[in-house]
Every structure is written in C-alpha cells, then in structure tokens.
C-alpha cells in the first residue's frame, strides 16, 4: 500500500514563526501535494510539484513556500504564522491520476 | 479552470437506507472522476472512480454514475452502515500531464443506527 506520511498529527505555533510541514511518500510518485482543508470550503491546492526542486502554485499560495530536495519529501513552510492559517493541512502524492493522502496535519496558531 | 459542485453539504439517513451524494463540474476536458471518504482524524481515501468512457462502476455497496453530457457525476452508497458516517468529496481532473485534481466541497454523511 502506499503510505503518504506527515511528521506531526497536531501542532501549536505562535504568530510569527517559521513553520515547516513534512510530507514523506514511499512509493517512488513523481507529483506531490499541499492542500489546506477549512470547514465548508473543502480541499484547497496551495503548491504541487511534477518532480525534484519543481513547484507550481496551486489555488491559495499567498503565505506559504515549498521545498523538494528529494522526490519522497515535500515540505510545506509558513514563512511567518498567521491565526488565518489555522487550519488541516493535508499533503497528497500520485502516480497517475490516482492521489493518496497523509492523515493531516492539524495546526493551530496562537 | 476546473469548477467542482458537490450537494448536498450534509446528509443524514437511517441505517440500511440508500444515500446519494451529487457533482457536477465545468470542464468539458476533465475525464476521470474519484471520489474519496474522510474519516474522523484521518486523511481522505479513495474509494472508487471512473473515467469518462465508462458510465458506471460499482463495487460493492457503492457505485458512481456519470453523465458526460449534463457534466454530472453522483456517488451511490445503498444499505448504508454506521461505519459509512464520514465526510465524501467528489473530485474532477485531466487524465494526462500533472493530473491536479479539483474537489467539491464535500459531504457530512452521517448514518443513524
């Protein structure tokens, strides 16, 4: 099975921190994903990446910044926390049309 | 761009009733179709898609029809189980290139014992 897995299930930061996101997947995908999941809203695309050190922005990038160093790593940065990115974010990888989600990152910034 | 609607926001049904969770979507070129399920705490899964050469799939209690024409796609769940409560997203996208899906906002299927 492919397992797509994020480094925290829950985190606290307080306004104004550098925060960093990982997202590891094991199964050689090429495209990666950030989404941010809000009540009401659904799933928003904030960056993508088709291949190593390869990003484009997605629906809602103001705020954020991505890196990939490594085809299984994707990382997602808050360049300075705000309270309005409280929120899940979710990171996906695929092969094909076919995406496989992690199990989220609850971040709350106080 | 790909627009995706999904209704209705939340559904709620007995045990063994039938539910039905409806899209549509804006573009003409998009040709594949998932639909995933989001369990409390967890990630969302894919639970069954079709493509647009096809007009219906079904596995098990669940099947997915889509009408190319009126741009429309729609989860069936039939026999509903308590352990069917989550919340679904539909989602469109191209069948070529980077693959970037679109989802629907969701639905809160909640299934009463």
């Known amino acids: 099975d492919v397992k797509v897995t994020q480094s925290s299930r829950y985190l606290v930061k307080r306004t104004g921190e550098k925060v960093f996101l990982e997202c590891v997947q094991d199964?050689?995908?090429?495209?990666m994903f950030w989404y941010r999941q809000d009540p009401g809203l659904g799933l928003r695309l904030i960056y993508f990446?088709?291949?190593?050190?390869?990003?484009e922005k997605g629906d809602i990038p103001e705020g954020y910044s991505v890196s990939r160093e490594k085809k299984e790593r994707f990382s997602l940065i808050l360049e300075s926390a705000s309270t309005n990115q409280t929120s899940m974010y979710l990171c996906?990888?695929?092969?094909?049309?076919?995406?496989?989600f992690g199990q989220g990152t609850r971040l709350t910034v106080v | 761009g790909e627009n995706v609607e999904q209704h209705p926001s939340t559904l709620s049904v007995q045990e063994g009733d039938s539910a039905v969770i409806k899209c549509t979507y804006s573009d003409s070129a998009s040709n594949y179709f998932p639909w995933y399920k989001q369990e409390l705490g967890k990630g969302p899964q894919l639970i069954i898609d079709i493509r647009s050469n096809v007009g219906e799939k079904k596995d098990q209690r669940i099947a997915v029809t889509l009408n190319k024409t009126a741009k429309h796609f729609s989860l069936h769940i039939t026999e509903t189980q308590p352990e069917d409560s989550a919340v679904y997203f539909c989602a469109a996208s191209i069948d070529e290139g980077s693959y970037i899906p679109t989802f629907g906002r969701g639905t809160s299927l909640i299934v009463h014992p």
């Open positions: 996906a990888s695929s092969h094909g049309p076919k995406a496989f």
């Open positions: 990446s088709y291949d190593v050190k390869m990003k």
């Open positions: 199964m050689d995908h090429e495209n």
